[in-house]
């Protein structure tokens, strides 16, 4: 962590600043005096690396919170007296990863509501010279389902307008803009809250594409390893009790405003295209002396990219669960989370590759990945060579390469003519079965002899040709 004294504006130079620190893998920033912001205190990278983020998990490996998912909700009956009081103590087990109630925030130190909120002494960010105004960045849009209860929990980027309205976009696939459409389904306002600052688990979850209707505090309890202590605002929505900032209000139903531009992570301004709901803010809660956590994005590496990677690792268990025959996962950093999947599988029948091919593009938010190669399992997809040796060994574009039109994509992607509207590709570049391969055998791959292999590896150490060693 390092501290900057040095006074900036929210206005493009603190974001300037972050993305040289975040192109670097460089540490956490606080920033002390943002300028034209007494009292505050802006950070930024906090998980600028997949290290960091798992440090501040308290785990060993990412996979570890999948894994905890996993062995909860996946296990075969209990038979006997012995593993039915196993499955007691499990079930007891999954009751401290439920949230918590308490009767006071830490975050009511100071609480301004009607004529006395003013959004905009909030030191948000405006992060490229072009983007439409100033931006919440890294808030977590709470609401709750009016239809099932569920609580949904994303990071949606928040426009300010005006002294007590934010306007939050919520893309049309994402769990925020269902419980809006459920409330307007009743002509029913929608309380929601936009939370800054709260701990590790929860700040993660709001970017983590939790299957609905699954409930995202429950999650975070999951994934933080304890449940989330919770403060029930006045609006009836549930939220972190160490939240620093929280802007608590509704969203009318047929209220839209135009939001943007806005450059998004895919490297280019997302310009306006259609109206996003108006959150009228009601009450304004803030901790004394609060810190609040920015993030930029723009072309990669970012921020994103160590979460997207996060994101990869605590879901591959879930993923395996789904479709057991995947063997690992890698969403390359520039592949913008949904531009590209690279997949190996255990193969077993002929068509198999298109199978999961098709299993993704029908998985929570995997649908919306535009482009997914399969691979065999001994490659190593995080090893982009082997995977581009792959495409170029295994596939006949004509047999192997699969385009899904007029399909929903990311909102954000910039290819498409129409916003959240595309196409789709996938490339099956595993090795083929006979049936796959006009009815004969793959090729034999090359190996070296056995036995002259070990003899080399016997007097390898005496050759000197090791990197940066010279032969005697």
Partial sequence: MRH???????VLEIPEVLRRVMRRRGPVVVFENPRGFPGWRVVGNLFGTVERIRLALGVERLEEAGERLVSAAVRAPPMSLGEKLRSLRDALDL??????LVRRPRFDDTVLEGGEVDVGRLPAVKQWPGDGGRYITFGQVYTVDPATGVTSIGVYRVMLRGRNEVVVHWQMH?????AFSHAAERGEPLPVAVVVGADPATMLTGVMPVPYPMDKLLFAGVLGGRGVEVYRLPNGVPVPAGAEVVLEGRV??????EEGPFGDHWGYYDRPHEKFPVMEVERLWMRRDPLFPVTVVGKPPMEDAAIGKAVERVFLPLLRVLLPEVVDVNLPEYGVFQGMAFVSIRKRFPGHGKKVISALWGLAQLSLTKIIVVVDDD???HDVNQVIWAVSAHVDPQRDVVVLPHSHTDQLDPATPTPGYGSKLGIDATRKLPEEYGGREWPEMVEPDPEVARRIDEIWPRLGLDAGGEAG
Avoid: N
């Fill in 174 to 178: 994402k769990r925020g803009r269902l």
């Fill in 95 to 100: 009751g401290r990863y439920t949230p918590r």
């Fill in 379 to 381: 490659i190593d997809v």
């Fill in 252 to 257: 009318e139903p047929g209220r839209l405003a």
């Fill in 4 to 10: 900057v004294a040095e006074p900036l504006s929210p």
